[in-house]
């Protein structure tokens, strides 16, 4: 006979919120986003840290939730794809663009292809077209052949250049 | 108001998707209970014990099934869904496997826990003994059958078939010049970023079952699970949620656990979930692709076909539930938009020892093409004529149409072509690539020391494939329209478009058009989405439907009015009589009017009750006609309808690595009027894009033993952005169908299907060395340079 696993709290800010969440030590940070805290636009299309599709911003890091173990979360700060719009709702400069551009067909892969360009817009908010390719050069999409997707990241800077503070969202960087 | 159909509108969808508020399978059913499976992990052997005891044990753990414990029909082999004649020995697989595994990956034994994580754990503790018996892999090993699949199957054939117009082989005797080719294409798949997932709910107390799956056809799976299960199909609701990708793996159905879990959730009371991982949609659902094909054609000095004869051998894995399905496309199709002469084609369609085959995005139609593509540029190499010119010499002509190939299509119907302009969409690609003036373009490359080449390949695909589908529209009294259709989306755009297409019918502005789609409940009659055939199928029942539930607003607004129906008309969102807005009756007003009320249940309502007046020497409900503002209509196309294009590609290969790289990609497309421009290119891109992986970079590795050795996206080689082409270049021809109110073709597989033709085209242009196998890697084309005693830097 098994015994329940160990539970460990882990405390989180999740898309400003402050949340604690109790799991086992193996619960993968894209299960404890999705199934435990409800936000489940954070998808999981491998499980193994090819696709992309689970990423999310902790600490201002893209990083792959799947490969994350949530305890090892304990602290950080997250951004997952529900935190991009605006308080008020308003899509961010990144969402507008996919928007614009037809960036997305099923939107499986979207939401970790909106938190990788995010990312790395706050860090090089005048990309080129090549860098926009190397933006997006680790994310999976099966639906749009990623040429869309691509004008995406470079009408996202335009946008976020465009919009007040510059960081295309309403909210604190 | 500016008519909406052909606009190039924003997605409606994208919104909520681009927030996060999808809501795939995965997203759904919180509290249910997780399903894991012990699978096979044998290509074939016989099953010598079950010990489940560690898992029943198990914290967390709450029930474990093997086939032993499936009543009745839950235990029976899923359904044969398309048979055929020519099908002789069908095969199909159980839920869980009954005592013999025929491929990795096989469901044995399911156990249901409190989350996955546990269920895993169960399936982990799960001790099955194997025999294993000789695997069957690859075509040779079927051909040879040297060992069986199914031991009831002589030589592995599920099924072989011959169709024929005119005498080929007396056309190629009698031909000045006769080729013979052998041509092969390996197996790729679908694999959507979502992979499959079910989910069920049973009510114990309305006794009532709903079911929400990641499918390309709701209503198949409620009448596959209703039958398996012994329930009434009202008593089966069956919700298509928002889909991760299909691209043809999801019109698979039932699929082992669509009829699992839904049993275990009656079983148990508690709502149970099944949600696939990446390696199991490798193991454990559907690939394609796999074919091998011998060519011979006779033709004359100018390079006409006078004759063309293709055998070719179809790998469906080990059960064929979806029947020939894939090698018939391939065998009327290849004929693409030539007139061949003579054609004689046979098939034979093989079972192995590896996941079972049925129809991705394409649907054996990039091996159609890629055969007569092939053998187009081989007339043209043996006749030292331009590729291009042999092949605007076989074309059947605009004035032809409508053309009989004399074959029996995947519909049961004449393959007969509705409407086309070949020579017009050769004439476009031509310009677009520069097909004329591309020999001093490799001259200069080849001066620089670049090796370049240029290909092109053409398709014809039949589209809007029947029986038929269905629209429900309903204006509602606040004048928002709600249309249902019961085939499924995943990612088409389909609330846009027929959203679009109800905008104009009905004057209303489309941000007051919701539409559902693949949900039982809203529309309990529809096929699904395969084929290429949403926009025209429920495109055209869309619009159906919008046109009656017009009709019927000009109706009661003109009884209302004491006017003409033939003198009303429908102006941004007000129903009035022509060129009259003093007249104007707002739609919603229209539809609270065309329900007569006992009983006012609000302001508006009051219009519609016996003393606001109204015809008394009439019922209030005229003969033949129904209370409500709305239209319901189905549409049944006589046959198939046919779209066409053509692509080319311009490569450079690199003569040290053997790297190859798409240096241009042109597409011309003819898929009749489009309804959103916008859509229809996102189709192309993505097709396009599975094109290219089908050419050079996706293939599914099985070794001897039968495992499948790149089971994950880190081997199997989906392209990331580095591996598309930069840009594809687009040219449309629309030339309307005659076969449906719209007169749209399908775009949906369009991309995809020259993919592998036109690549091999290119390169064997760049390396005059004969292309004959694809997918082609570097290092196979490094290989087939030594192979033609070529070293390094050639």
Known sequence: MSSPPEQHQVRLVVNGEPATVSVPARRLLSDCLRHDLRLTGTHVGCEHGVCGACTVILDGVAVRSCLTLAVSADGASITTVEGLAGPDGTLSAVQQAFADCHGLQCGFCTPGFLTTITAALAANPAPTEDDAREIIGGNLCRCTGYQNIVRAVLRAAELMRARPGGTGNGREP | ?794
């Open chain 2, 1 to 794: 108001m500016t008519a909406m159909f052909g606009e190039p509108i924003q997605r409606l969808e994208d919104g909520r998707l681009l927030r996060g508020n999808g809501a795939f399978l995965d997203d759904l059913g919180h509290h249910a209970l997780a399903v894991a499976l012990v699978r096979s992990p044998h290509a074939h052997a016989r099953i010598t014990s079950i010990d489940v005891t560690g898992a029943v044990e198990m914290d967390g753990v709450v029930a474990v099934y093997t086939h032993a414990d499936l009543p009745g029909r839950i235990a029976e082999p899923l359904p044969l869904l398309i048979p055929h004649p020519a099908l002789t020995h069908g095969r199909t697989g159980c839920p869980l496997a009954a005592g013999e595994v025929n491929h990795v990956g096989e469901p044995v034994v399911m156990v249901v826990a409190t989350d996955r994580y546990l269920a895993e754990d169960g399936a982990e503790a799960i001790l099955v003994d194997y025999a294993e018996l000789p695997p069957v892999v690859g075509l040779d090993s079927a051909r040879a059958a040297e060992h069986l699949v199914h031991a009831d199957v002589p030589g592995n054939v599920a099924g072989h078939l011959v169709q024929a117009v005119g005498d080929a082989d007396g056309a190629i005797a009698a031909a000045p010049h006769v080729l013979d080719l052998e041509l092969t294409i390996e197996r790729s798949a679908s694999t959507p970023l979502e992979g499959r997932g079910v989910l069920a709910r049973w009510d114990p107390e309305s006794r009532r079952l709903r079911i929400w799956t990641s499918t390309q056809t709701s209503t198949g799976v409620r009448a596959a699970v209703a039958a398996r299960l012994g329930l009434a199909l009202a008593d089966v609701d069956v919700i298509t949620p928002d889909v991760g990708g299909g691209f043809g793996v999801k019109i698979v159905h039932p699929w082992p656990e669509e009829v699992l879990v839904p049993w275990a959730a009656m079983q148990l009371g508690r709502p149970v979930k099944f949600t696939e991982d990446r390696l199991e949609h490798f193991v454990a659902s559907a690939h394609e692709r796999g074919q091998q094909h011998q060519v011979q054609v006779g033709f004359d000095h100018d390079g006409r076909v006078l004759g063309l004869s293709v055998r070719f051998w179809h790998d469906n894995g080990a059960y064929i539930p979806y029947g020939l399905i894939v090698p018939i496309i391939t065998s009327t199709q290849l004929l693409g938009p030539y007139q061949p002469g003579a054609y004689r084609v046979e098939f034979t369609s093989l079972y192995t020892n590896t996941v079972i085959v049925t129809p991705y995005r394409g649907a054996g139609r990039p091996q159609g093409a890629f055969v007569m593509e092939r053998t187009m540029d081989a007339i043209a190499a043996a006749l030292h004529l331009d590729r291009a010119l042999v092949r605007e010499r076989n074309l059947i002509r605009p004035e032809q149409m409508p053309y009989d190939q004399g074959l029996i299509f995947q519909d049961g119907r004449p393959l007969i072509y509705d409407s086309g302009d070949y020579p017009a969409l050769l004439a476009k690609l031509k310009a677009l690539v520069g097909w004329d003036d591309f020999a001093e373009s490799k001259a200069e490359a080849r001066a620089q020391g670049r090796t370049i080449g240029i290909g092109l390949a053409c398709y014809v695909e039949g589209t809007g494939v029947g029986p038929y589908e269905g629209a429900h529209v309903v204006v509602e009294t606040t004048g928002k329209v709600r249309v249902a259709t019961g085939l499924t989306t995943q990612g088409q755009g389909h609330q846009t478009v027929f959203a679009q297409i109800v905008a104009d019918e009905l004057g209303v502005p489309v941000a007051d058009v919701e539409v559902v789609t693949g949900d039982t409940r809203a529309l309990g009659y529809a096929v699904g989405t395969f084929a290429s055939r949403a926009a025209v199928m429920s495109g055209s029942a869309v619009a159906l439907a919008a046109r009656a539930a017009r009709a019927k607003a000009i109706r009661v607004a003109a009884a209302a009015l004491e006017a003409s129906p033939d003198d009303m008309e429908i102006v941004g969102g007000m129903v009035r009589v022509k060129g009259d807005p003093s007249t104007g009756i707002a739609l919603g007003t229209v539809a609270v009017l065309s329900n007569p009320l006992r009983y006012a249940f609000d302001e508006a309502a009051k219009a519609a009750t016996q003393f606001a007046g109204g015809d008394i020497s009439k019922p209030p409900v005229e003969p033949g006609e129904a209370p409500g503002l709305e239209g319901r209509e189905f549409f049944s196309p006589l046959r198939s309808t046919f779209a066409a294009g053509m692509h080319a590609a311009i490569v450079e290969t690199d003569p040290q690595t053997a790297e190859i790289k798409i240096l241009r990609y042109c597409v011309v497309h003819d898929c009749g009027p489009l309804i959103n421009p916008r859509i229809v290119e996102g189709q192309i891109h993505g097709g396009v894009a599975q094109g290219v992986a089908g050419a050079l970079y996706e293939r599914m590795a099985y070794d001897e033993t039968g495992q499948l050795v790149n089971a994950s996206f880190m081997d199997f080689l989906v392209p990331y952005v580095s591996e598309v082409p930069e840009r594809i270049e687009i040219d449309h021809l629309e030339t309307p169908s005659p076969l449906n109110p719209l007169g749209i073709k399908g775009a949906g597989e369009a991309g995809v299907i020259p993919g592998a033709a036109v690549l091999a085209a290119a390169i064997e242009d760049a390396e005059a060395l004969p292309i004959t196998s694809m997918p082609i890697s570097p290092s196979d084309l490094f290989e087939l340079r030594r192979s033609h005693g070529r070293g390094l830097g050639r």
